[in-house]
Nanobody, 117 residues
Framework: QVQLVESGGGSVQAGGSLRLSCAASGSTFSIIAIAWYRQAPGKQREWVAIITNGGLTNYQDSVKGRFTISRDNAKNTVYLQMNNLKPEDTAVYYC???????????WGQGTQITVSS
């Protein structure tokens, strides 16, 4: 099994930056990709960004050019660098590990990001 622990959340003013970390432990060899999702109050959880084992990345349109997903294989950690944050980025951010043929994946516990105007 895989365990995911997010960190790096907090409060920031609009225009500021934060970096989230998602540390994986356990059977990490089974992971084919790690994605970040977010859920704002009263809204459904939405996909934000993804990075595959091969290093391919993709982003939700609203964060392109502002967020960067990256990975440190030696540390089994995926990062989400968030720049030029906007109040609408306020949400709980979750990372999720994907496995072949298993749509459920593994979720982290989430970390709160609050952006004030």
């Amino acid at each position: 099994q895989v365990q995911l622990v997010e960190s790096g959340g907090g409060s920031v003013q609009a225009g500021g930056s934060l970096r989230l970390s998602c540390a994986a432990s356990g059977s990490t060899f089974s992971i084919i990709a790690i994605a970040w999702y977010r859920q704002a109050p009263g809204k459904q959880r939405e996909w934000v960004a993804i990075i595959t084992n091969g290093g391919l990345t993709n982003y939700q349109d609203s964060v392109k050019g502002r967020f960067t997903i990256s990975r440190d294989n030696a540390k089994n950690t995926v990062y989400l660098q968030m720049n030029n944050l906007k109040p609408e980025d306020t949400a709980v951010y979750y990372c999720k590990a994907d496995y072949p043929g298993d749509p459920r994946g593994t979720w982290g516990q989430g970390t709160q990001i609050t952006v004030s105007s």
